[in-house]
């Protein structure tokens, strides 16, 4: 099946650092879209990449799709305590999508 | 609009028993969705449907069932509960025109622990 390689696991950060992570797979996707999941929570949508190349931006949040069709990274400018969380990356295909298994950023004030 | 809204949020099973998890939502999306959690684990498909009365398997649906009678209510089923699906159950929604995918809302997830 499709898999999806997302990295780093776990980020340690300080506080107005810039933080990228990134995501890779053996199969091409029709859509990319990074997702944030506090505790307790579900996930929330960042990002949605719809083109081979496409950069979108949402704030501080940048977020590109592999012009392979097989990656994408998700950048954060000058991070603030409240970007603490999970990022998930997430590959859409026909009728499904796959998810990575999740980056855990923690932003030290 | 409530957006997804998931019942109970925490159940707690023996092994054997069944239950049903409710999933809502307000938004009029034809897509709909089941995914499981497990610890540092991202998220699989259990099931998914395109539209009420349509419904089709994803990555993992052994052990659950799923219906969609209406285009609101999409209930997962487990009927004979195995610790293997002790883990946090989200629905999730979005509205599509044809093929490419994007899951719009989740809802706040279902934990269920099966001993």
């Known amino acids: 099946g499709q898999q999806l390689n997302q990295s780093p696991q776990s980020m340690f950060i300080q506080e107005g650092e810039d933080v990228s992570m990134n995501c890779t797979s053996s199969?091409?996707?029709?859509?990319w879209l990074w997702y944030k999941q506090d505790p307790g929570e579900g996930p929330v949508l960042l990002i949605a990449?719809?083109?081979?190349?496409e950069l979108t931006s949402n704030g501080r949040l940048t977020a590109q799709f592999g012009i392979t069709r097989k990656d994408s990274f998700l950048n954060i400018s000058a991070s603030i305590p409240s970007d603490v969380g999970i990022y998930f990356c997430?590959?859409?295909?026909?009728?499904?999508?796959?998810f990575g298994a999740g980056t855990r950023l923690t932003v030290k004030p | 609009n409530a957006g997804v809204t998931q019942t109970p949020k925490f159940r707690i099973l023996k092994i054997g028993q069944s239950m049903t998890l409710q999933c809502a939502q307000d938004m009029n999306h034809n897509y709909m969705y089941w995914y499981r959690q497990d610890p540092g684990m991202g998220l699989k498909l259990i099931y998914y449907s395109v539209g009420a009365g349509i419904t089709d398997k994803g990555e993992v649906p052994n052990g659950y069932n799923v219906s969609r009678s209406t285009t609101e209510d999409f209930p997962l089923r487990l009927e004979l509960a195995a610790p293997s699906q002790t883990s946090v159950y989200f629905c999730?929604?979005?509205?599509?025109?044809?093929?490419?995918?994007?899951?719009?809302?989740f809802g706040a997830g279902t934990r269920l622990s099966v001993l």
């Open positions: 990449l719809y083109k081979a190349g």
């Open positions: 199969s091409i996707f029709n859509t």
């Open positions: 997430a590959g859409g295909g026909n009728n499904d999508m796959r």
């Open positions: 999730a929604s979005s509205y599509s025109q044809g093929g490419t995918q994007k899951v719009d809302y």
